[in-house]
């Protein structure tokens, strides 16, 4: 079975720092990965997308790594604000183009 | 540009009631989707849509009616609400099955 694990649950930390989100997944045969960040009472909101051959795609303050070998991506926010407090989710596309999507990380930026 | 809508924001049901989901998209995408997402889990794919007339099967379908009359419309029906379908519906559209999801700001749905 196809699974998307994100780790940790959750984080704080404090206005300013950096921290990173990571995101282990089985999906074969991969095709694309995306980060979405969730604001409470919010719908998703795509962050980034890779495919294969991409191994790092930025948008702004956040920059996802991807290793299709290990089969392992990660979400790096650079100088955190408090609007970063979100939950984020990443997502595996198989070949077959199903969506596997993770639970998400709970982000807490304190000011 | 709207973007992705979705009505209500909220609805409270009794057990064996019905209802409908509305979505719409103004981006004139073919594929669009619909998810429920439950507190700890990810995001579950409930049916979806690859073009006006078409409809599929997702991960969770059981209890939930789709059509697809138009491109810009996917509403979604609980044929008869049961309290496992409290959740908060969402409901996607994108250009292709590969491309990038515009999600709405979802329905969050009670079932007592």
């Known amino acids: 079975k196809n699974q998307v694990e994100q780790s940790p649950q959750s984080l704080i930390i404090l206005e300013g720092k950096n921290c990173t989100l990571q995101c282990n997944y089985t999906v074969s045969p991969f095709s694309n990965l995306r980060w979405y960040k969730q604001d409470t009472g919010r719908g998703p909101v795509s962050l980034t997308i890779?495919?294969?051959?991409?191994n790092t795609k930025s948008n702004g303050r956040y920059t996802a790594t991807l290793d299709a070998d290990t089969k392992q991506s990660s979400l790096h926010i650079t100088a955190s604000q408090l609007s970063d407090s979100a939950s984020y989710i990443c997502?595996?596309?198989?070949?077959?183009?199903?969506?596997?999507f993770g639970a998400g990380t709970t982000v807490t930026v304190r000011a | 540009n709207a973007g992705v809508t979705q009505t209500p924001k909220f609805q409270v049901l009794k057990t064996g009631q019905s209802m409908t989901l509305q979505c719409a998209q103004d981006?004139?995408?073919?594929?669009m989707s619909w998810y429920r997402q439950d507190p700890g889990m990810g995001l579950r794919l409930i049916h979806y849509?690859?073009?006006?007339?078409?409809?599929d099967q997702g991960e969770v379908p059981n209890g939930y009616n789709v059509s697809r009359s138009t491109t810009e419309d996917f509403p979604l029906r609980l044929l008869s609400a049961a309290p496992s379908q409290t959740s908060v519906y969402f409901c996607?559209?994108?250009?292709?099955?590969?491309?990038?999801?515009?999600f709405g700001p979802g329905t969050r749905l009670l079932v007592l």
């Open positions: 997502v595996v596309s198989a070949n077959d183009y199903k969506l596997s």
């Open positions: 849509s690859v073009g006006a007339g078409i409809t």
């Open positions: 890779m495919t294969f051959s991409e």
């Open positions: 981006m004139n995408h073919e594929y």
């Open positions: 996607a559209s994108s250009e292709g099955a590969e491309e990038t999801q515009y």
